[in-house]
């Protein structure tokens, strides 16, 4: 039996999840009840350190030029070299943050081309709250049909298009949208990349990713591995940081919560995608398996098992 502490004299500051549930979470830990699960089958393979694939194109400016834009359009969150020119000073926190993201793209972007093949040349893809536009913009150069990528921040859009006419990247819009209401038109596939665990709508938000792909939505999130379906309720969130969401409040899956909620919504073939060799500290939360990237088919191809072999295999 848990006994919760009582309240301090002073009340309770909340800040977070852990400061409401601090003693829940303990008990599951020492109890060992939150020991990572896996409920959906596996699609497993070894993962590089890949670059956005934008980067290796040319660039339209001068040195100088990227500055000068750069500096116009401070702050950046990602760690990107942009022709020999840094977004962000390298040290110990971007050089692991740099890590987890090339960890990310090939894991999510580069195993969509081994899934799909050609016929990512005419998927329309939506990237939701897309940030400054890395994965759209890789997605596009790697020889996606058309991708479209909303943030509800405008000084994320203007990040995204700089980096679009940097590198000259045709098939590849970006406009401010928000993740509570999507474009009303349907899309190949939708991506959800780091953004469920920042709404205070997530059900909402997975029945309109299912209600608008064709094909299907890949889903990577921090998820809490607790022994039950739901959501843990943070709070203060800082909206000026601009990867946070819109609202100070926020509810945060558990993996089970995110399993259950992506099949409640309508998905019932579902895969996870982990790499086979990711043990390594330096991509964070994806070696304790507290960030899962599930690819969710609306209706799955007929050859959906090859598919998905090649995933594994890259035959």
Request: glycine share 6%.
């Amino acid at each position: 039996m848990i006994r919760l502490k009582p309240l301090p004299e002073e009340g309770l500051t909340i800040r977070n999840s852990a400061d409401v549930c601090h003693d829940w979470l303990g008990f599951c830990n020492d109890n060992e009840l939150a020991e990572p699960e896996f409920l959906l089958p596996l699609l497993e393979r070894p993962i590089e350190l890949t670059e956005f694939a934008f980067l290796s194109r040319p660039p339209t400016m001068d040195a100088d030029s990227i500055r000068t834009q750069l500096q116009r359009l401070e702050p950046w969150e990602y760690t990107l070299n942009l022709s020999g020119v840094e977004t962000r000073a390298i040290d110990d926190v971007t050089r692991v943050e740099w890590r987890f993201h090339r960890f990310r793209v090939d894991l999510i972007c580069r195993t969509l081309f081994r899934m799909f093949g050609e016929r990512m040349s005419a998927y329309d893809i939506l990237d939701i709250a897309c940030h400054c536009g890395p994965f759209s913009l890789d997605l596009a150069a790697r020889g996606a049909g058309r991708v479209c990528g909303i943030d509800v921040r405008p000084k994320n859009i203007e990040q995204a298009r700089f980096l679009q006419q940097l590198y000259g990247i045709e098939n590849c819009d970006f406009e401010v949208g928000d993740a509570e209401f999507l474009p009303d038109r349907e899309f190949d596939i939708i991506l959800n990349l780091g953004l469920l665990y920042h709404v205070t709508f997530p059900m909402q938000l997975l029945q309109q990713c299912y209600d608008r792909c064709r094909v299907c939505c890949v889903v990577d999130t921090n998820v809490y591995n607790s022994p039950f379906a739901g959501f843990y309720l943070a709070t203060g969130k800082d909206i000026s940081i601009s990867c946070e969401g819109k609202s100070h409040a926020e509810l945060l899956p558990t993996y089970r919560g995110l399993v259950l909620g992506m099949k409640t919504v309508g998905f019932e073939h579902i895969y996870e995608l982990r790499g086979s060799n990711q043990v390594d500290e330096e991509i964070g939360s994806f070696c304790t398996f507290n960030r899962r990237v599930l690819v969710a088919f609306k209706n799955p191809p007929e050859d959906v098992e090859h598919l998905t072999s090649v995933t594994i295999d890259g035959t």
